[in-house]
């Protein structure tokens, strides 16, 4: 599977962006997907997942109401909703890919390149 992340920007505070995560391959509807993000200085973290359906979103606290996750398999594409934006939503954002939904970073076995995404004051 290979992961192409694009939507990243510049915009400023209480504004959205939508990232979307374009997978190559046959297998992208057994695959659980996730958004994680790494900022400047700080270690990547975990930003939200789906499962195989996209029945079962999972979003970490600091984005909790604000981003939502949604996945096409029909197109082969994984998109994040990104509303009312912080300046501390500020990182790169990875899409992955991998056979266990969840919030670790172990469960995916493939990742994207990642898209800056820059929330100014």
């Known amino acids: 599977v290979q992961l192409q992340a694009s939507g990243g920007g510049l915009v400023q505070a209480g504004g959205s962006l939508r990232l979307s995560c374009a997978a190559s391959g046959r297998t992208f509807s057994s695959r659980a997907m996730g958004w994680f993000r790494q900022a400047p200085g700080k270690e990547r973290e975990f930003v939200a997942a789906t499962s195989r359906s996209g029945s079962s979103p999972n979003y970490a606290d600091s984005v909790k109401g604000r981003f939502t996750i949604s996945r096409d398999n029909a197109k082969n594409t994984v998109s994040l909703q990104m509303n009312s934006l912080k300046p501390e939503d500020t990182a790169v954002y990875y899409c992955?890919?991998?056979?266990?939904?969840?919030?670790?970073?172990?469960?995916?076995?493939?990742w994207g390149q990642g898209t800056q995404v820059t929330v100014s004051s």
């Open positions: 992955a890919a991998g056979p266990l939904y969840g919030s670790s970073q172990s469960r995916y076995d493939y």
